[in-house]
């Protein structure tokens, strides 16, 4: 009777032993990670563009020509889809007005600014007067100086230039030019501003 019952329990612990031994089923997904956990790792960054980076503002620093006083400095931005001038320019004579444009070289080396080329006429229009069609890409209105010569910029620019698009129509790296008399807006190409009385060189703002 001993010896029955000592083989029923080897018997047993044998069941016993080899269950026990068996691997339990993996899970389904154990070798597979989740769908969103895949597509996390291996979707690709979005792509940076030209856009996301471009800089829709500039500043320019009004430097005196040659024999003049002139100065100032002027903020170029985008109000309401447009390119607005806001600044102030100082050394003017009392209650004057003045020819104030975008010139298509940004180079202020000639003593008298007239390295600084024509106006900025990237569409090859005739000037005008900016809040009328036809005017040149660089048309602003004139600044008035008030009785202690000083003027405050406040004005849009033309509609078909643009800051930091990077083309034709940019004007950064161009010209900003003061001149001695007021754009009579209508003599070709330069409104009969006269000299220049100060230049500069419109750069992307910091």
């Not at 029923?8 to 269950?19: D, M, Q, R, S, V």
């Amino acid at each position: 009777m001993r010896l029955i019952h000592t083989s029923l329990f080897a018997a047993i612990a044998a069941i016993g032993l080899t269950a026990c031994n068996k691997p339990a089923d993996a899970p389904a997904d154990a070798a597979t990670p989740p769908i969103a956990e895949t597509a996390r790792t291996t979707e690709a960054p979005p792509a940076m563009t030209s856009e996301a980076h471009a800089n829709h503002s500039a500043v320019a620093d009004l430097a005196p020509t040659q024999g003049n006083d002139v100065k100032g400095t002027v903020t170029f931005s985008v109000v309401d889809g447009k390119a607005h001038v806001k600044g102030q320019v100082s050394g003017l004579k009392p209650n004057s007005e003045h020819g104030f444009h975008i010139h298509e070289k940004g180079d202020c080396s000639a003593p008298n600014g007239d390295s600084a080329g024509g106006h900025f006429n990237p569409a090859k229009e005739d000037h005008g007067n900016v809040a009328t069609t036809p005017h040149h890409g660089g048309d602003i209105p004139n600044i008035r100086a008030d009785a202690e010569g000083n003027a405050v910029v406040d004005a849009d620019v033309s509609t078909n230039v643009n800051i930091g698009e990077g083309n034709d129509f940019d004007i950064i790296g161009r010209g900003l030019i003061v001149h001695a008399d007021p754009d009579d807006y209508k003599t070709q190409p330069t409104g009969n501003a006269g000299a220049r009385l100060a230049c500069a060189v419109i750069k992307a703002a910091p």
